[in-house]
């Protein structure tokens, strides 16, 4: 069975901030990771996710993530923050066969100030 | 990307009826579609997987005679919930992964649902 903890509930920054959102997982088998956003009352949507290959992804409205198998994370990051990335921030896992159902972390609230 | 539609977006309900929402893949065939329920300020718990054709296969601790499950066809799988009770208010989002694509999954607009 996976498992993801988000280590932040809350994360306050300033505008144009850089900022991290952490993410570890655990797993007994080779996973997909991936970063979904959600605002309020809404779905979630795809920032990005990680697969194969190289373990620095891109994703949408600048954010990047790195995945780290050793120390097991998939750290989110952004080099300068807006108004409006303030969002609920989703780290999620799958085992990276089939189509199998995503695990979701806790999630953590980025909350951009003026 | 690949369009999930969820319908109805917020419902309210008396106690003791009950409520169908779905969930519609636009543009693509899911022959999985998985049920997410979200409490206030809280992740998403996944409820079912809904499996087209076949039963769902529910989560420990779902009740599966409270939340009913129907995959009919490939583009389609609704949740009802019956016998709603207060408890049972949440926001409830679907999702479907894409099995053309590179595993990634779309979710639905998400439904409000308040039952009164």
């Known amino acids: ?114 | 990307g690949a369009v999930v539609s969820q319908h109805p977006s917020r419902v309210i309900c008396k106690s003791g009826t009950s409520v169908k929402i779905e969930c519609r893949s636009l543009d693509f065939q899911a022959t999985t579609m998985f049920w997410y329920r979200q409490f206030p300020k809280q992740s998403l718990m996944l409820m079912a997987t809904s499996n087209e054709g076949s039963k769902a296969t529910y989560e420990q601790g779902v009740e599966k005679d409270k939340f009913l499950i129907n995959h009919a066809s490939l583009t389609l799988s609704t949740l009802t919930v019956t016998s709603a009770h207060p408890e049972d208010s949440s926001f409830y989002i679907c999702s479907a992964r894409d099995e053309t694509g590179y595993a990634e999954a779309f979710f639905g607009q998400g439904t409000r649902l308040t039952v009164v």
Do not use: M
Not at chain 1, 46 to 67: C, D, M, P
């Open chain 1, 1 to 114: 069975a996976q498992s993801v903890t988000q280590l932040d509930s809350q994360v306050p920054v300033f505008e144009e901030a850089p900022v991290e959102l952490r993410c570890n997982y655990s797993s007994s088998v080779s996973v997909y990771l991936f970063w979904y956003v959600q605002y309020p009352n809404q779905g979630l949507q795809l920032l990005l996710k990680y697969l194969s290959g190289s373990t620095l992804v891109k994703g949408i409205n600048g954010f990047e993530a790195e995945f780290n198998k050793s120390q097991t994370s998939f750290h989110l990051r952004k080099p300068s923050v807006h108004i409006s990335d303030t969002a609920e921030y989703f780290c999620a896992v799958s085992e990276s066969w089939g189509y199998n159902k995503l695990i979701f972390g806790a999630g953590t609230r980025l909350a951009v100030h003026p």
